[in-house]
């Protein structure tokens, strides 16, 4: 008999669907499925591929409000969010299309005849992806490596697999062959382990929890299999006393509160110079109390509930001993259509630079608050961490943001915004946050290896 699981619908606590739970056997069957569509999908032309992209891509934006109303009951995301995910999937897919054609090689001047390189694709990808952003992350992954030439195995994590599920269903409708995109559902230390250990799985892409991450990049090191991670974040929010206060205050709940905090990117520290600190406390809570918690099939919410009832306990954990400032609002649990739901009201806390809640991911709504002193502390503090992924820093000088952008050590800053995500854009962290780079123009690339061949002619 097969093994299942239930998936829970955070926003009441109720079962959605039963979802099997695939053994080692079974994923080894999808991964030699995928070595087979892999060699006839590397021989197509390349426009024949773009176009299989293309098509794919018309097939989600199709089903694109199908796609997010199933991630509103899955995820608990925001309606609003969940439609800009879906169109997301389709725009990344319609983006790395454009791939194939251009994925072109060198020729090199060499004495005695020709040298030329050729970018091949690794052959089968290992998609292994976290609950916070299931269908976003996984594209992030699967347009480019299909469009190099790869197949792909998909793992989604056992809380969030239904858009995963029907991605690998609308995959098929598009037109793409049986095996060339597999979606298989179980736990992680069963599926996304046997991508790490199986020897026809040529790469790995993992997104999650940095502890996971090092033992995946642990299992491809004894496989000298190469291996992207994304993983934890404590990015810092960095606000000069020069800058709009009152637009940076505006700001700041959205770049922490958003999908509940369980955001790799959230800038969960937000780092005041002291001269402007109590000011922007001040414009600070209005915007935090503005902030709606609420049910997510809701057109009018910001923010749904957390994906679990033991991801809450762990979030209202981080809390103990700390001093809370203010909160925002949650649904109450005599609600009676949201009572049973995962709520966590968004909570700012004052901290200092040793705190536990300054310097652990939390991946909840709780964002810590710490006064600097001047150009140079606030870069040390915003460094103060072991994770490197993003950050934001609020200035109306145009020298400080340079400096300071080039003095924060992580992969994606943004400055008099919180703008993390482009698909066209690089994306990754440093440090604990990770290990090689997603999305923009180069992405597709890095899921080839370059094969140097020289033709002599004497
Ligand atoms: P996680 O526990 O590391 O799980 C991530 C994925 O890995 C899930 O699919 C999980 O499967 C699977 N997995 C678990 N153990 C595994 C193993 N031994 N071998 C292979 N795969 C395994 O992380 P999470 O709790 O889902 O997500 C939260 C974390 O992800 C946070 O730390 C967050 O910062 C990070 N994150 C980073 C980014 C980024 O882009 N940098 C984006 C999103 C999230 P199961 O479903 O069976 O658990
Ligand atoms: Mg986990």
């Not at 695939?22 to 426009?47: C, G, K, Y």
């Not at 300071?404 to 050590?409: A, D, L, N, P, Y």
Request: hydrophobic residues 45%; negative net charge; charged residues 20%.
């Amino acid at each position: 008999m097969t093994s299942t699981f239930t998936v829970i619908d955070p926003t009441t606590a109720r079962p959605i669907r039963e979802i099997a739970r695939a053994d080692e056997a079974q994923t080894d069957a999808a991964i030699a499925r995928a070595v087979v569509a892999q060699r006839s999908w590397a021989s197509l032309p390349p426009v024949a591929r773009a176009d299989a992209l293309r098509a794919f891509a018309r097939v989600v934006e199709a089903h694109a409000e199908e796609l997010a109303q199933l991630e509103v009951r899955n995820s608990g995301h925001p309606i609003g969010s969940a439609r800009w995910e879906a169109s997301h999937v389709a725009q990344v897919l319609n983006f790395y299309a454009g791939a194939p054609e251009r994925l072109s090689g060198q020729q090199i001047p060499v004495a005695g005849g020709m040298d030329v390189t050729f970018h091949e694709p690794y052959g089968v990808v290992g998609i292994i992806v976290p609950w916070n952003f299931p269908m976003t992350i996984a594209s992030w992954g699967f347009a480019p490596a299909l469009a190099a030439g790869n197949a792909v195995v998909l793992k989604p994590a056992e809380l969030t697999p239904l858009t995963a599920i029907r991605l690998g269903e609308l995959a098929l409708e598009a037109g793409l062959a049986d095996g060339l995109f597999t979606v298989i559902t179980g736990s992680g230390s069963v599926v996304g382990q046997r991508f790490v250990s199986h020897p026809d799985v040529r790469k790995v892409v993992f997104t999650g929890s940095t502890s996971v991450g090092m033992d995946v990049a642990a299992g491809c090191a004894r496989e000298l299999k190469p291996v992207t991670l994304e993983l934890g974040g404590k990015s810092a929010n960095l606000v000069f006393a020069d800058a709009d206060l009152e637009k940076a205050a505006a700001a700041a709940p959205g770049a922490v509160f958003d999908n509940a905090g369980q955001d790799c990117c959230a800038r969960s520290r937000i780092l005041v110079e002291r001269s402007a600190y109590d000011r922007f406390l001040e414009l600070l809570e209005p915007a935090v109390r503005a902030w709606r918690v609420g049910d997510p099939a809701d057109e009018g919410t910001d923010m749904g509930p957390l994906i679990s009832a033991s991801h809450r306990s762990t979030v209202a954990g981080f809390l103990d001993g700390t001093n809370v400032a203010f909160r925002g609002s949650a649904p109450a649990s005599d609600d009676p259509m949201l009572g049973d739901g995962f709520w966590f009201p968004p909570t700012v806390v004052l901290a200092e630079p040793h705190d536990r809640i300054a310097r652990e991911e939390v991946f909840g709504p709780v964002v810590a608050v710490l006064p600097f002193d001047d150009e140079a502390d606030a870069i040390r503090l915003a460094n103060d961490t072991a994770y490197g992924l993003a950050g934001s820093i609020w200035t109306e000088n145009l020298g400080r943001a340079v400096r300071v952008s080039r003095g924060v050590k992580s992969g994606v800053l943004s400055v008099n915004s919180h703008s993390s995500v482009r698909y066209w854009t690089p994306f990754g962290g440093m440090k604990a946050s990770g290990l090689g780079r997603e999305l923009g123009p180069d992405a597709a690339e890095h899921f080839t290896e370059t094969k140097n061949v020289f033709f002599a002619t004497e």
